[in-house]
């Protein structure tokens, strides 16, 4: 049976990064998560592939939807769209 989830430690030895850069990547919500109760962060097998199959073909990384506490973004106010599509899982 394959796995369905990886460590942030276990997805930074497969992307080839810094463990620290991929902590960065998931609080940024580059690299999105298994919401868990406690502190263990676990990235599901499918965002991984989605990842890879990204950074492969050349196009930017989904960064997740942005906290709408912190209101409209600089692209936002200039009416500029900056808005990516969402990773389906």
Excluded: C, F, N, W
Aim: positive net charge; glycine residues 10%.
């Amino acid at each position: 049976m394959e796995r369905l989830t990886y460590s942030v430690s276990e997805v930074a030895q497969l992307l080839g990064i810094s463990r620290s850069k991929a902590y960065d990547l998931v609080a940024e919500g580059a690299i999105p998560i298994v919401p868990l109760a406690g502190r263990r962060k676990l990235v599901a097998r499918v965002v991984l592939k989605r990842l890879l199959e990204a950074a492969g073909s050349g196009r930017p990384l989904d960064h997740g939807e942005q906290d709408q506490r912190d209101g409209p973004s600089e692209g936002a106010r200039s009416g500029v769209s900056t808005r990516r599509p969402a990773i389906a899982q």
